[in-house]
């Protein structure tokens, strides 16, 4: 890992060389030590700002911080690199891939066949006849949370249709007064269907 340090209008600190280091030193375990980095501190009347950059596969990952205090503004853009570090990595790994003879063995163009349809030759009109990828392919799942979908007091199975109803959800997880967890989805033909949890 090779790090570079600006300092504008502020003197680097043996303790945030060593702050930056081992924020940086994380990173290490998720990239290895491929990776070059740069730091750059200044000072700004009673603004500290932290920008810290690191270039991965040619591709820059850059975290900004300012707070009242430098080691404050650094341990905020290491957090913000980290995230981002995080999110690179699983999109990295989730990308699917073709194995190398399967990608060049046939062109794209030999996916589809050229047949004439008619009952004559005169007749005959050309056709172009695609061939289907014999796997499907799904996108993943997307989780959103929602805090609306979810009722905090106990209440009757009325109370939860209204409820439902004036949130607008097609799904709401309540609990009734014996303190049962139920769930009231709305099916595609808009009707309420009861969920009971055991």
């Not at 700004?44 to 990952?61: F, Q, V």
């Amino acid at each position: 890992m090779n790090v570079e340090y600006t300092g504008r209008q502020y003197e680097i600190t043996p303790a945030v060389r060593k702050q930056v280091e081992h924020g940086l030193g994380k990173l290490e375990k998720l990239f290895g030590s491929s990776f070059d980095s740069h730091v750059i501190l200044t000072l700004e009347k009673h603004r500290h700002i932290a920008e810290i950059s690191i270039k991965i596969r040619n591709h820059p990952i850059v975290g900004i911080a300012e707070a009242t205090e430098m080691s404050a503004a650094v341990s905020e853009a290491l957090e913000k690199i980290d995230r981002q570090a995080i999110k690179y990595k699983s999109r990295w790994r989730t990308k699917k891939r073709q194995p190398r003879k399967k990608q060049w063995a046939k062109p794209a163009a030999a996916d589809a066949k050229n047949v004439a349809v008619g009952k004559t030759a005169a007749t005959a009109v050309p056709v172009v006849v695609h061939a289907f990828p014999p796997v499907a392919r799904f996108t993943e799942a997307h989780v959103v949370k929602s805090a609306d979908s979810v009722a905090m007091r106990p209440m009757t199975l009325e109370e939860a249709v209204k409820e439902c109803e004036f949130r607008d959800r097609d799904v709401f997880v309540f609990r009734d007064p014996e303190g049962r967890v139920k769930v009231l989805h709305r099916t595609k033909d808009g009707k309420m269907e009861l969920i009971e949890a055991p």
